[in-house]
């Protein structure tokens, strides 16, 4: 039996070793402050309702 990644064990199609941790420093421009994102989302229909 292989060693199965806990946080991929409901994944089986992932393979493990292929994805690797992201490196936020890479990400962050120069003058970034170093907040976390801000992610707005918006729920609900842009139409009305017919």
Not at 28 to 38: E, F, K, L, N, S
Request: charged fraction near 20%.
């Amino acid at each position: 039996m292989t060693n199965v990644n806990p946080a991929t064990e409901d994944m089986p199609h992932i393979v493990d070793g292929v994805l690797q941790p992201l490196d936020v420093a890479a990400l962050a421009g120069a003058d970034d402050p170093g907040h976390p994102p801000r992610i707005l989302l918006r729920y609900g229909l842009l139409r009305e309702v017919s």
